[in-house]
């Protein structure tokens, strides 16, 4: 079982910068990837980043390429989302996931707000 904690949500206006945490416990040793999810009102989670816990290998979402950074600290088992030049349509909530050897876990979320 792993349980996720993310942090550092909150409010920010257009162009303003945020980092996310996700801290992991419990078999943290059985995850291969972690990654951050978001939800805006009225739509479908959609992927943001997403990082091999080992060797690093990351992916984006098209929409937040060269704004965001997704990073790990493996002797933390914590995982960053840095997102600069926040703009409105970011508002939503962002989950943490991570991936294990046999099972997804998930986050509570966190609230992003980005007003214009």
């Known amino acids: 079982q792993v349980h996720l904690v993310e942090s550092g949500g909150g409010s920010v206006q257009a162009g303003g910068s945020l980092r996310l945490s996700c801290a992991a416990s419990?078999?943290?040793?059985?995850?291969?990837?972690m990654g951050w999810y978001r939800r805006a009102p009225g739509k479908q989670r959609e992927l943001v980043a997403t990082?091999?816990?080992?060797?690093?290998?990351?992916n984006y979402a098209d929409s937040v390429k060269g704004r965001f950074a997704i990073s790990r600290d493996n002797a933390k088992n914590t995982v960053y989302l840095q997102m600069n030049s926040l703009k409105p349509e970011d508002t939503a909530v962002y989950y943490c996931?991570?991936?294990?050897?046999?099972?997804?876990?998930w986050g509570q979320g966190t609230q992003v707000t980005v007003s214009s």
């Open positions: 996931n991570a991936e294990g050897t046999r099972y997804g876990y």
């Open positions: 419990g078999s943290s040793f059985s995850i291969r990837a």
């Open positions: 990082i091999i816990t080992s060797g690093g290998s990351t």
